[in-house]
């Protein structure tokens, strides 16, 4: 990424991709882009692909953890899938591996 203050979150084949940093200045590109699929997919997984996520902060799990919800409650999933390093060493130290789907 050239500007480490920019998240971009792009749809594809099988969902969302999200790349670059999510934190309180860029984390409300991630719930509106995972609101907006939720609304136009209302059926099957939500799909976030986080391979390019340099930097993730408690904001950005919020948003993971109301996604999360949301999709449950209409009986979907949200997958995290390739999770970059940074992610998923969040995901371990603060327990949520275990409560939210994350495939490699």
Known sequence: ????????VTVTATGLAAAGEIDTST?????VALESHMLDSSEGDVV??????????????????????TTAQ?????????????VRRLLEVSGLHTHLHVVP
Not at 27 to 31: E, H
């Open 1 to 8: 990424m050239n500007d480490p203050d920019v998240l971009t």
């Open 48 to 69: 976030l692909n986080m391979a390019a996520v340099e930097f993730i902060d408690s904001s950005g799990l919020r948003v993971l953890i109301d996604a999360h919800r």
């Open 74 to 86: 209409a009986g979907r999933l949200l997958v995290i899938s390739e999770p970059s390093i940074v």
């Open 27 to 31: 984390v409300s590109v991630l719930t």
